[in-house]
């Protein structure tokens, strides 16, 4: 293997953590993600900062947490102030890589911008495409962050997940072969709308598909005000148990179908003598609620929402751990440090994340004592075994114990030590970052009531048919 391994980089979008088979789900099939945990190391403690597309991916190609950049909200407006050459594209190419990314950006920054990739073919160049082979594609029908199950209504071939993926076979095959790579297939699904083929669309209909988690707290007066907002434009209200069901089921299958598309890039670099040559990391954005605690999207701190799949896989001639799993708190940061230590690339002075490479050598436990993440005016708080929510918007708190309870279901801020001990070592966090929820030793309280919502649908999230 030569000393710059080649890196493909695979992201998903609104993945649960849970949604992978090797993650003892009880009916979702990915044999060909499993096969890389297999081969390499999963990590079931993996989140974003900010669980929401633009910020989460504008930390995957800066390193910087969005509270630290200054957005942690979705914000299509904003634009980061950075160097262009401080991105993860420029930064693999000016390591001597050879760098593409197929599919989709979404970023704090003008849309026009590539991150430094030398090549880059998004959804544009994909309706383009569209358009001259079949004219324009049809609408899903459905909005788009809606989550009534649907049959897809476009050509599969031009389906975000299928033209991603061969367009990435496609350069592959043609590309130059003197130097490494850094591909990175950026997907869409299985991101609403919740729309999929046959026999995806069927394949869990028989399944015994886990309910919704609906715990005693999000029930009564502990429920924050931000997760009623959520509650209020969820997009699933309007559907009976048996479309809700199919809902989920649908949503598995969309999650299946990416994964038999990813065995035809994996059946590419084999073809092409890569695989044992290729460093292969797997993630996502951010996750998705499902029905969970009465709503679906993400945008909250709880673990369907905030928590990621997340496999890295590595060729055997580099002796990292292998069919190994970890529960060492990483985050979206850290994908450009450790990208960087990989390339032999510096890692610019503002980047907040930290290098994995000493877990996947075995070299050490962990990586950090605590990690924060922020979205709008909510927060979490991990300490490596209990994680701490505090609701800025009206002073509510959470605690709950992630060594035996993954979904958040038993909150345990009635154990006032705890509660206590989270909260002083939180607050002491927050004064380092010197953030402006903190006040004279103070957490930020809005003191929003039910008043505060807004009645109104989230925009997209009902009847807007969109073109898929």
Request: charged share 20%; aromatic share 10%.
């Amino acid at each position: 293997m030569s000393e710059q391994p080649n890196i493909l980089f695979i992201t998903t979008d609104q993945q649960r953590p849970d949604a992978l088979g090797c993650s003892g789900h009880p009916c979702q099939r990915t044999p060909h993600l499993d096969m890389l945990a297999k081969e390499g190391i999963l990590f079931d403690q993996a989140y974003t900062d900010c669980p929401v597309c633009i910020p989460a991916r504008t930390t995957m190609i800066t390193g910087i947490q969005s509270h630290q950049y200054g957005m942690p909200a979705f914000a299509a407006h904003h634009r980061i102030e950075r160097h262009r050459n401080d991105f993860l594209g420029s930064l693999m190419t000016q390591a001597g890589y050879q760098t593409a990314l197929m599919g989709k950006t979404h970023w704090h920054t003008d849309p026009t911008f590539q991150a430094g990739f030398e090549v880059y073919r998004g959804n544009k160049a994909r309706g383009r495409a569209a358009v001259r082979k079949y004219g324009k594609l049809p609408p899903s029908l459905i909005g788009a962050n809606e989550m009534t199950p649907m049959l897809h209504t476009a050509p599969e071939e031009f389906s975000t997940t299928s033209w991603a993926i061969q367009e990435s076979i496609d350069w592959l095959d043609d590309r130059e072969k003197e130097r490494p790579f850094f591909l990175w297939t950026s997907l869409l699904d299985p991101h609403p709308p919740n729309v999929t083929y046959e026999p995806y669309y069927s394949m869990y209909d028989n399944e015994d598909i886990p309910d919704p988690v609906m715990p005693e707290w999000c029930q009564d007066e502990r429920l924050p005000w931000s997760l009623k907002d959520i509650q209020n434009g969820n997009s699933f209200s309007h559907m009976n148990a048996v479309e809700k069901r199919k809902m989920r089921g649908v949503y598995y299958g969309m999650v299946t179908r990416v994964d038999h598309h990813l065995s035809r890039l994996f059946g590419t670099l084999m073809r092409n003598g890569l695989w044992e040559n290729t460093i292969i990391v797997f993630t996502t954005d951010h996750g998705e609620m499902l029905g969970d605690y009465g709503t679906c999207f993400k945008g909250s701190m709880l673990d369907p929402s905030v928590r990621l799949p997340f496999i890295m896989r590595f060729p055997k001639s580099m002796q990292t751990l292998r069919n190994a799993k970890t529960s060492a708190l990483i985050e979206l940061a850290d994908l450009l440090p450790t990208f960087c230590a990989l390339a032999g690339a510096p890692c610019p002075d503002d980047v907040t994340g930290k290098n994995i490479l000493p877990l996947v050598y075995g070299e050490q436990d962990s990586i950090r004592d605590d990690l924060h993440g922020q979205i709008n005016n909510n927060h979490f708080f991990h300490d490596g075994r209990y994680k701490y929510l505090y609701f800025a918007d009206d002073g509510k708190e959470l605690v709950f114990d992630k060594s035996c309870d993954p979904l958040d279901e038993h909150d345990l801020s009635e154990n006032s030590a705890l509660l206590a001990r989270l909260r002083k070592r939180f607050i002491a966090h927050l004064q380092n970052e010197q953030h402006e929820h903190l006040t004279d030793g103070q957490l930020l309280n809005l003191h929003k009531t039910n008043s505060d919502i807004d009645p109104s649908n989230v925009l997209n999230w009902m009847g807007l048919g969109i073109c898929q």
